[in-house]
């Protein structure tokens, strides 16, 4: 097999995601963006992080696949715990001592 359409198909994308990228920012880069598309850039981070944390908590690979019960439970302790005290450091550490502690437990 040649390593030449491999390199390619790199190259491509490559080009490819400069592009989109440049369209968004160098183009609009020395104006201002309009209010309303500036609240909805407010809210990207919000969106994309649950949307890549969903499949390490459904199908972690640490279990092959199977939903397991000590990862949801953590999950949801520093979902809990993040929304109340409204701290990422308590939130991060309940999250760790429920799964720890889950585990130990053997669920």
Do not use: E, H, Q
Request: no cysteine; charged share 10%; net charge positive.
């Amino acid at each position: 097999m040649n390593d030449y359409p491999i390199w390619l198909i790199i190259a491509v994308l490559a080009v490819g995601t400069f592009l989109i990228r440049f369209s968004f920012i160098g183009l609009t880069g020395d104006r201002p963006l309009p209010p309303a598309l500036l609240r909805y850039l407010r809210y990207t981070p919000f969106a994309v992080l649950p949307a890549l944390l969903a499949p390490m908590l459904a199908w972690p690979a640490a279990t092959d696949g199977v939903t397991d019960p000590a990862r949801l439970l953590a999950a949801a302790a520093t979902v809990l715990v993040g929304w109340r005290m409204k701290s990422l450091l308590f939130a991060v550490l309940a999250g760790l001592a429920v799964f720890y502690g889950a585990v130990a437990l053997g669920l």
